[in-house]
């Protein structure tokens, strides 16, 4: 069975200072994808990575950078000098099983960032 | 451009009344979705459309109808809806590969969502 674990429920941070963001995930797919999405208060999911499994190069956009190992089956999210607009919900998900394009979710991390 | 636009943003029935959500997307995807998100959860998959064919109907209950008119269109009747079916409805569209595992490829995109009370 495939499972996504995002055992941060909730974060505070200051602004400004580094966040990360957990996600462990279970599969028995050699073949796999996991995706991140940010869900602002207004409801919409916002695609911010996708990375396949044979990809474990990390990632850097901007401020977001994403640490995926294998060996752990971990995919962190690291989010550098925080801002208030940061302030949301991350999903971390995973498709693979049954090729029918199905997100398998983690319960989502809420993370609140202060001025 | 990756948008995906939902109608009405919110929504308020009784448990007789008849209603519809829609939702449309302009990127030329031919798969959609339908999800529920309740507050503090994540969302759960309900309907999956390929090229305008129910492919996927995560035993949903009757009293949501799925509807996928046209490639870019994919609306949700809604019908003697109970309260514990308020929630944020999502929808969301991707690319249609079909070939060796790769449907687990593809980028949803979702809108906005219809925040659904129901009385």
């Known amino acids: 069975a495939q499972k996504v674990t995002q055992a941060q429920t909730e974060i505070s941070v200051v602004e400004k200072e580094d966040v990360t963001l957990d996600c462990v995930y279970e599969?028995?797919?050699?073949?796999?994808?996991l995706f991140w999405y940010k869900q602002p208060p207004s409801g919409e999911l916002v695609f911010l990575i996708r990375?396949?499994?044979?990809?474990?190069q990390n990632e850097i956009s901007g401020r977001y950078s994403w640490n995926f190992q294998k060996s752990t089956s971990s995919f962190n999210f690291t989010i550098t000098a925080s801002q208030v607009v940061d302030s949301a919900v991350y999903f971390c998900?995973?498709?693979?099983?049954?090729?029918?394009?199905?997100?398998?979710f983690g319960q989502g991390t809420t993370l609140q960032v202060k001025p | 451009d990756t948008e995906v636009t939902q109608t009405p943003k919110h929504l308020v029935m009784g448990m007789t009344n008849k209603k519809s959500l829609k939702c449309e997307q302009h990127?030329?995807?031919?798969?959609m979705y339908w999800y529920k998100q309740k507050a503090k959860k994540p969302p759960e998959l309900m309907f999956v459309?390929?090229?305008?064919?129910?492919?996927i109907n995560e035993s949903v209950p009757s009293r949501f109808s799925p509807e996928c008119p046209n490639s870019s269109l994919l609306n949700l009747h809604l019908h003697a809806l109970q309260p514990e079916d308020s929630a944020l409805y999502l929808c969301?569209?991707?690319?249609?590969?079909?070939?060796?595992?790769?449907?687990?490829?593809?980028?949803?995109?979702f809108g906005a969502g219809t925040r659904l009370s129901v009385l």
């Open positions: 969301a569209s991707s690319q249609e590969r079909t070939s060796g595992g790769a449907k687990a490829k593809n980028i949803q995109y």
């Open positions: 599969t028995r797919d050699t073949t796999y994808y």
């Open positions: 990375r396949n499994s044979f990809d474990e």
């Open positions: 998900a995973l498709t693979g099983s049954g090729n029918t394009g199905k997100l398998i």
């Open positions: 990127m030329g995807h031919r798969a």
């Open positions: 459309y390929s090229y305008e064919k129910l492919s």
